[in-house]
């Protein structure tokens, strides 16, 4: 295995990862909130699918998928971009988010497209210095960021599970 696959494989395994602590969710948790907890479920797996596929942007020059951003008031299938953007906070309006299915098939396909452009970026794409917010990196270590980010919201979910009385994912 190459250091390049190490790397896709790195956000290919977020899939799973946080896949484990959707375990009792479903529609009518989705958005649920907790005291001193900032955000809910749908909010961060929008939020997570959105950054990495502004990271992905950053190589390919495509943006995220339309299906799966709009503007506000974009059909309901899709995350609002700006309100799971960076600084956004949560509504708790279930309305305002898709499905929980359709979040997860979101914040997977982000995961797949990041993992694919890792795979197909040029040694000079990997290389490239990027400014991310008030950074600037070499593109692939934006992938290996992109990977604590999704474990920082995972760790979120996670406090969330328990806030709302669910149970331990490891029984």
């Known amino acids: 295995m190459t250091p390049r696959d190490v790397l896709a494989e790195s956000v290919t395994t977020c899939k799973a990862l946080v896949a484990r602590y959707l375990a009792g969710f479903d529609d009518s948790t989705r958005t649920g909130q907790a005291a001193n907890l900032p955000n809910h479920l749908a909010w961060s797996l929008g939020h997570c699918a959105l950054t990495m596929h502004r990271v992905a942007e950053r190589v390919d020059a495509k943006p995220p998928l339309a299906a799966h951003f709009a503007g506000p008031g974009g059909p309901p299938s899709a995350f609002n ?47 490239q210095v990027i400014k991310w917010g008030p950074i600037e990196a070499p593109w692939w270590s934006l992938v290996l960021r992109m990977t604590f980010h999704n474990g920082f919201h995972t760790g979120q979910i996670a406090d969330l599970r328990r806030a709302l009385g669910f149970r331990s994912i490891f029984g």
């Open 81 to 127: 971009a700006e309100a799971v953007a960076f600084g956004s906070r949560p509504a708790s309006d279930p309305a305002a988010y898709p499905t929980l299915p359709r979040c997860v098939e979101i914040f997977n396909a982000a995961c797949d497209r990041l993992a694919a452009t890792v795979r197909s970026a040029s040694d000079a794409q990997l290389n």
